[in-house]
């Protein structure tokens, strides 16, 4: 399975809203495995079609610390939240920066799994605010978005830096 390119912040593909999958056919499985092998290799516990440059209804999640419990959704939706999390949040498309984000702490979310197949999947924690953050994916956001106008600046300022130092 090929490793795919993961679009960085502030790459201006990252703010298009994906579509809706229509049909989950061998083109969204193909995407599913390999987008899973990429966000593993990253190593992530996320990752959003978005930030793959592909602009479908997809995501796949794995928080769990032996990478063996692999969630994908598509075309998913939040039905219903309760609480409040205020965590840490890395980005796979904004590397080497965590920022607080206020979320859901518990979710119920409707999908569509890798067979078509529609679900539903009660999450609360990491589990939970990974989801939401991938979601915001699909919505053309990133993450950083929620912070301070002066934050962001300053998160611009060092991944420029970053790349000057990679070339």
Do not use: W
């Not at 679009?7 to 201006?12: H, I, Q, T, V």
């Not at 991944?159 to 070339?167: D, G």
């Amino acid at each position: 399975m090929p490793i795919l390119n993961i679009l960085r912040y502030p790459d201006e593909r990252l703010h298009k809203v994906a579509t809706q999958v229509s049909e989950v056919t061998d083109e969204i499985r193909t995407l599913v495995h390999n987008m899973t092998e990429t966000m593993y290799a990253a190593p992530g516990i996320g990752l959003a079609a978005t930030q793959v440059n592909v602009h479908q209804c997809v995501i796949v999640v794995d928080v769990s610390d032996s990478q063996n419990e692999l969630q994908v959704l598509i075309n998913p939706e939040i039905i219903s939240s309760s609480g409040v999390s205020d965590n840490e949040e890395g980005c796979l498309s904004v590397p080497g920066v965590f920022a607080k984000v206020c979320r859901a702490h518990s979710i119920s979310v409707k999908a569509v799994d890798i067979n078509g197949q529609t679900y539903v999947l009660e999450a609360s924690g990491l589990l939970a605010v990974c989801i939401q953050h991938e979601m915001d994916h699909l919505l053309g956001k990133v993450f950083v978005e929620y912070l301070s106008p002066l934050k962001q600046k300053r998160i611009l300022t060092k991944l420029k830096k970053q790349q000057r130092n990679a070339m």
